[in-house]
């Protein structure tokens, strides 16, 4: 099973601040299949990312994705006062398998 | 747009089976667009991948869970269904249903999550 490794585990930054989220592979992961979520308390993760750099439908281009192999990496160019949530990137590997990062909480500073 | 919308019981017992249902709107289960899966989130805590089914009725599941699940679709209604035995308080936790994007096999669509205690 391939683990997924966010960091880091908090980010305390200011609205209009630029945010790098980091995902970390234990083994290499096919870039086709590397996604981002965002959650906000009380609701569903919604996809924001998915193919390590296609933004979902109607996410803003200040969201990024990038990376290949066992780095990847989410951007959030500059932080509007709803991007704070929590973040999870996911895999999916043969057999098959769908695996999480344990999330980055992304909060106001 | 496809909407998903759990439906099950919010407490059940130690040892006994957790039952969840997901209705499809928007879409249609039989048209093969997606999987359909479970994911569940114990409280404050991360995400994990429970299974999926196709229209076909072919499954698969989380090894780590695999002797406990079973995952099931009734295409005349627009529903897939999870059963989870022998459940305990490790299984406490929201239950998202989600549909899968086959070509990508990234989660496009969710329910908003049903609380599911297992408690005496």
Known sequence: EIVLTQSPGTLSLSPGERATLSCRAS????????????????????????????????????????????????TISRLE?????????????????YTFGQGTKLEIK | QVQLQESGPGLVKPSQTLSLTCTVSGGSIS???????????PPGKGLEWIGYIYYSGSTYYNPSLKSRVTISVDTSKNQFSLKLSSVTAADTAVYYCAGVN???????YWGQGTLVTVSS
């Open chain 2, 102 to 108: 086959p070509y990508s096999n990234q989660f496009d």
């Open chain 1, 27 to 74: 083994q290499s992961v096919s870039s086709s299949y590397l996604a981002w979520y965002q959650q906000k308390p009380g609701q569903a993760p919604r996809l924001l990312i998915y193919g390590a750099s296609s933004r979902a439908t109607g996410i803003p281009d200040r969201f990024s994705g990038s990376g290949s192999g066992t780095d990847f990496t989410l």
């Open chain 1, 81 to 97: 006062p709803e991007d704070f949530a929590v973040y999870y990137c996911q895999q999916y590997g043969s057999s098959p398998q």
């Open chain 2, 31 to 41: 048209s093969g667009d997606y999987y359909w899966s479970w994911i569940r989130q």
